[in-house]
């Protein structure tokens, strides 16, 4: 009998019987005697139990970078979720120094978690291209990065990745637009020095313009930096000066709020004369009006490998592998 074994007999999560187990006090007192009076019933005892053996449950570290980023924050909720349910503790860290040298922020990584205190690590967003195959030999613990901008990888697999197709559906993004006859684009990106995976996205904006002979529209690339009062001034102000334009291709769901203000306020109508069309597929974009057509990322999907993956890493069940996932093309009324 394990510990797993006890919490299907008591219902709850292994996560919980661990905390039982180690005297946990956020584990209230009526589910404490529940587990309790199941592991007396059963004449359970942890292998090793004793002062040396207390052990806390396995942890996995997760870092998030971006903590801007709507989707990153629904990748990292259901991850701790599927976690906890599985007995992990989870320890969640943020960072948002996109700026700051990247292989700088590797050697940040490797002296911050050590063999000891974690058993698995996930990193969401941030770019480590310029990290060499030695310093990923160094990483402590199984390793995935979601969504990181990450070398080719050659030779030894040293830690897993997860991604979203990122160019090549940024480029079927604008390719829509053009080929519903839109010629006069305006493209709402985060910065033309970002160096995160939505810099895959800038690029494949401007090849899809350019190899459509649609060069003119490089000079209405709008930078947002991800804040709604940047991109309503920055569309209120471009729909203005070029009253011409027919088509929105935004880089990312989360200013779509204010880039629908803006048309309004610069009299046009989203949906009919101006259309709209976005990448990450955040629910909240069915319910604005228009709704908004979108190439969503299959976030539970990612989710669930990524949470099979990490645990097979650490029990050693499953090989680091690469990953990519294909977004869907969520047409509504906006497209």
């Known amino acids: 009998m394990n510990i797993r074994d006890i919490a299907r007999l008591a219902d709850v999560t292994p996560g919980t019987v661990s905390k039982v187990l180690n005297n946990y006090p956020d584990v209230g007192e009526a589910t404490r005697q ?16 004793g002062k040396k053996a207390e052990a806390l449950p396995p942890r996995i570290g997760m870092v998030v970078e971006s ?14 979720i599927h976690l906890h349910n599985a007995g992990y503790t989870l320890i969640s860290f943020h960072d948002n120094f996109f ?13 911050g978690f050590q063999p000891e205190k974690l058993n698995g690590l996930i990193y969401i967003g941030g770019n480590f291209e310029e990290v060499t ?29 997860v991604q979203v197709s990122q160019f090549a559906t940024a480029y079927a993004q604008m390719e829509r637009l053009i080929g519903q006859g839109h010629r006069d684009i305006c493209t709402i990106i985060s910065s033309n020095i970002d160096t995160s995976v939505y810099s895959l996205r800038y690029r494949a904006y401007r ?7 649609l060069e003119k529209n490089l000079a209405a690339f709008l930078e947002t930096d991800y804040q709604f009062d940047k991109a309503y001034g920055a569309v209120l102000a471009h729909f203005r000066a070029h009253p011409e334009t027919t088509a929105v291709c935004s880089g990312m769901d989360i ?14 109508i989203p949906g009919k004369d101006v259309n709209i069309l976005s990448f990450d597929g955040l629910p909240a974009l069915k319910y604005c009006i228009p709704s908004i057509s979108t190439y969503e990322q299959p976030t539970q ?24 996932f294909q977004p869907l093309f969520k047409q509504r009324e906006s497209c």
């Open 99 to 111: 700026a700051q040298n990247k292989r700088e922020k590797f050697a940040e990584l490797l002296t």
């Open 301 to 324: 999907d990612i989710v669930r490998f990524v949470f099979h993956l990490i645990d097979g890493l650490i029990n050693k069940t499953q090989n680091h592998q690469h990953i990519t």
């Open 67 to 80: 903590v801007y980023n709507p989707f990153y924050s629904e990748v990292e909720d259901s991850l701790s």
């Open 255 to 268: 200013v779509v709020p204010a880039v629908l203000r803006a048309l309004h306020d610069a009299g046009r």
């Open 34 to 49: 529940h587990v309790l009076k199941i592991i007396a019933e059963n004449q359970y005892e942890p292998k090793g139990r």
């Open 133 to 161: 195959p030695e310093e990923f030999s160094q990483l402590p613990c199984p390793t995935i990065f979601v969504n990181t901008m990450l070398p080719y990888p050659t030779g030894k697999l040293l830690y897993s990745s």
């Open 207 to 213: 090849a899809a313009l350019s190899q459509n002979g």
